[in-house]
């Protein structure tokens, strides 16, 4: 625990000193658009490992959750041939319980150094602490120790209590699993909604001119200034490189314009189902992932079916 906590320490520094660098940067060019764009990009880099992390984080405390029980159990039988509770846990650590193992064989470690008990259990629960249900479970499990109650009859019922909480929490993800589609269906009913401006501008984005009027739309593009001929340069090479789009054209603009609007409400479509489905922003990580990939997806497919980029 201590190990990953000095590495997201590492890199969490790392990123902050390469937005350091990237801001200051920013500031020394004296362009106000280029130090608002070193500046989402610096809170792009610090946040995405970040994220990241916890998510993995998060992945591994789901898995003890619903491991933990199977703990108990076997722990429960070993209790009832007799053992003590710091043998019967001991025991318990030479079974797989996937990431809970290794918090097992932590405590049967400290253990046999001569650590007392409850405080192997309050160290077990700080390093889980962000689980509330593991915390509680640990924190009940040693005051029925301390206390020299029943511990088989405890550990049965946290036992019992912990599954029920399992099951209630995968009955919810199942109930609320048409709202985690909806934000899918969002997601792809805009694009259609991007197709269907496209084809219908595509006439305003033809400039024709009729003596000095202009009667259409003009490409943005052909009369930027400073920082925003960086930007009508990232849009050309996104159409050209990644959609063979004809680059520098009007389309290349606008298709490149739609696929970043699109990217943006992916990815926060995919963090509101993360919050939706698990109750956690972190967990809508691999949401906003798969929606990026089908976003993707589609537009490669609609552009090379001429639907956009013409």
């Known amino acids: 625990m201590k190990f990953e906590m000095t590495k997201e320490k590492n890199i969490l520094l790392i990123t902050i000193a390469i937005s350091t660098a990237l801001i200051t940067m920013g500031f020394l060019s004296r362009d106000v658009g280029v130090l608002g764009n070193t500046i989402i990009l610096s809170t792009f ?9 916890r998510y993995q984080r998060y992945r591994e405390l789901k898995e003890m959750e619903e491991r933990f029980p199977s703990f108990l159990r076997d722990v429960i039988e070993s209790l009832r041939s007799g053992l003590p509770l710091h043998k019967a846990i001991q025991d318990a650590s030479k079974l797989n319980y996937g ?5 097992i ?23 889980v602490k962000s689980s509330k249900r593991l915390y509680t479970a640990i924190k009940i499990i040693r005051e029925s120790y301390l206390s020299g109650g029943d511990i088989v009859s405890t550990l049965e019922s946290t036992a019992d209590n912990t599954a029920i909480l399992e099951e209630a929490e995968k009955e919810r993800k199942s109930l609320l699993s048409q709202h985690v589609i909806l934000m899918y269906a969002i997601s792809l009913i805009f694009v259609a909604i991007v197709v269907t401006i496209n084809r219908l501008l595509i006439p305003v984005f033809q400039v024709t001119t009729t003596g000095t009027e202009f009667t259409a739309l003009s490409n943005p593009c052909d009369s930027c200034k400073g920082l925003g001929c960086n930007v009508c340069d ?22 490149s314009l739609f696929f970043y609007m699109s990217i943006i409400q992916g990815i926060f479509a995919g963090l509101v189902a993360g919050q939706i489905s698990e109750n956690s922003v972190v967990s809508g990580i691999k949401h906003s992932l798969i929606i990026l990939s089908i976003t993707f997806g ?13």
Do not use: C
């Open 45 to 53: 880099i610090v946040a995405s490992p970040q994220l990241l992390m």
């Open 99 to 103: 990431k809970l193992s290794n918090e």
């Open 105 to 127: 064989r932590i405590m049967s470690n400290r253990i046999s150094w001569g650590i007392p008990l409850p405080k192997v259990l309050d160290q077990f629960a700080d390093r």
């Open 234 to 255: 990232l849009y050309s090479a996104t159409a050209h490189y990644i959609f063979s789009v004809e680059k520098g054209g009007i389309s290349s603009y606008y298709t």
């Open 298 to 310: 589609a537009f490669s497919i609609l552009i090379r079916l001429g639907f956009l980029g013409v």
